[in-house]
Nanobody, 113 residues
């Protein structure tokens, strides 16, 4: 079983920055990433490590968001710069194990204009 604990969300003005953290307990995690869901919209993949060790970014966040990880701490980070009101959403991290995907509780990010 894997448990994920997220932190770092909050309220920020447009153009500001936030860093989200997601710490995983447990073993056999292949890779981790971040989704987000805005009110009235579908959940979308924002950034992720892949099974081959590469990174994926949604087009709308390329050049602004950076995903990183600390393997020793089993933690993945999402550095979000130049934030826009459209980035407002609940951000949820996930951990992909061999046979199952685990989810964090979600953290609210609100960007004011």
């Amino acid at each position: 079983q894997v448990q994920l604990v997220e932190s770092g969300g909050g309220l920020v003005q447009a153009g500001g920055s936030l860093r989200l953290s997601c710490a995983a307990s447990g073993t056999n995690i292949n890779y981790m990433g971040w989704y987000r869901q805005a009110p009235g919209k579908q959940r979308e993949l924002v950034a992720s490590f892949t099974s081959t060790g590469n990174t994926y970014y949604q087009d709308s966040v390329k050049g602004r968001f950076t995903i990183s990880r600390d393997n020793a701490k089993n933690t993945v980070y999402l550095q979000m710069n130049s934030l826009k009101p459209d980035d407002t959403a609940v951000y949820t991290c996930y951990a992909q194990a061999i046979l199952q995907r685990f989810w964090g509780q979600g953290t609210q990010v609100t960007v004011s204009s």
